[in-house]
């Protein structure tokens, strides 16, 4: 069965700085890779999704790394602000059936000002 | 806007009471899914429906069913709620024939059994 750990649990930061979050998955074989952004109270918000072939994808101040051999990925949040405040989540999709995504348990992220 | 709206947005249950919580999406999406969130598990799958007609069992199905009603719609029903189904339960979906595509959730329904 797939396991999904995400390190740190919880991490706190000043603002302006860059900062990584990890995501580690234990069966190689994935369909893709998504990163997501919780609010307290609220839904999840997806953030970024990379594709099994892909090394990266960038969206703004984000971007997230795959390497499926490894079984890691990371999320770079650059010159973060109070704003990125959030639990982050990853999932991955399995390849062999595309109906099931594992997910981790967050990091649970603060910016101080 | 499109996406996937649940409803209700919170409930409170008594112990036996049975619920229908709704879930529909309008993106035109093959693929959707019901999961539990409890603090220090993660987010846990119940049940899915990869196709309209179609509905399987996640990790955690006990004491739920489920209904594809059509394309857009997929509910959860509770029959005899019980303490331990307080949680945030989350719908979410997917086009899962383009696999390219991840999942986008609703805002989640947050309910309390007593």
């Known amino acids: 069965k797939q396991e999904v750990t995400q390190i740190p649990a919880a991490l706190s930061v000043p603002e302006g700085e860059n900062l990584v979050l990890n995501c580690s998955f234990t069966d190689s074989a994935i369909y893709n890779l998504q990163w997501f952004r919780q609010d307290p109270g609220k839904g999840l918000t997806s953030l970024l999704l990379i594709q099994s072939s892909q090394r990266e994808q960038t969206s703004g101040r984000l971007n997230a790394s795959l390497d499926k051999s490894s079984g890691r990925s990371t999320l770079y949040i650059a010159a973060s602000q109070p704003g990125d405040s959030a639990t982050y989540l990853c999932?991955?999709?399995?390849?062999?059936?595309?109906?099931?995504?594992?997910f981790g348990s967050g990091t649970k992220l603060n910016v101080k000002p | 806007n499109a996406g996937v709206t649940q409803t209700p947005k919170f409930q409170v249950l008594k112990t036996g009471q049975s619920m229908t919580l709704q879930c529909a999406q309008d993106m035109n999406h093959n693929s959707m899914y019901w999961y539990r969130q409890d603090p220090g598990m993660g987010l846990r799958l119940i049940y899915y429906?990869?196709?309209?007609?179609?509905?399987d069992k996640g990790e955690v199905p006990n004491g739920y069913n489920v209904s594809r009603l059509n394309k857009r719609e997929f509910s959860l029903r509770l029959e005899s709620a019980a303490p331990s189904q307080t949680s945030v339960y989350f719908c979410a979906s997917s086009e899962a024939t383009g696999v390219r595509y991840g999942y986008t959730f609703g805002s989640g329904t947050r309910l309390t059994v007593v």
């Open positions: 999932a991955v999709r399995g390849e062999y059936n595309f109906n099931k995504f594992y």
């Open positions: 429906s990869a196709s309209e007609g179609t509905t």
